[in-house]
């Protein structure tokens, strides 16, 4: 299964596309959609759901499920020490939420943690794009 996302979003309209059992269902949101169920999305992705958020017309990250996380790592390598972060789900809120996106925007990796556990993984566009080409799973996105 692949998906070519082009950046066109219906505002107010969450979409789901598709659902392959190796890779769960994906979920297109708004960031500030996200923001707001973050929990439930959260919960969500834990599940084996991955979530394309979009900021405007744009991908302003993935979230992916810890498995396919560590997958990724071990077929392109890890990401550099400087752009691994680790952030508590009770301080995605607000303005921490907008610093974290556009930490995410820079190329960070960041590990979302709930009661100090590790569930999910915000990853930039480019590198969940180059780690679905490397597992050979999707959905692609096109990214202008």
């Not at 979920?27 to 958020?53: C, H, P, Q, W, Y």
Request: charged share 20%; hydrophobic share 40%; glycine share 10%.
């Amino acid at each position: 299964m692949s998906l070519v996302v082009t950046g066109r979003r219906v505002p107010g309209r969450r979409r789901s596309v598709g659902y392959d059992p190796a890779m769960g269902r994906v979920r297109i949101m708004g960031a500030k959609e996200t923001r707001v169920a973050f929990s439930d999305s959260l919960t969500r992705v834990e599940n084996g759901d991955r979530l394309i958020v979009m900021r405007g017309s744009t991908i302003a990250t993935v979230l992916v499920p810890l498995d396919f996380y560590d997958r990724a790592r071990g077929a392109i390598g890890e990401p550099p020490m400087g752009l691994r972060q680790l952030k508590s789900v009770d301080m995605v809120r607000g303005q921490e939420w907008t610093q974290t996106l556009s930490a995410v925007a820079a190329g960070a990796h960041v590990t979302l943690l709930r009661l100090s556990r590790p569930v999910a993984a915000m990853l930039p566009p480019a590198y969940y794009s180059q780690a679905c080409l490397a597992l050979g799973e999707g959905p692609e996105l096109a990214l202008d």
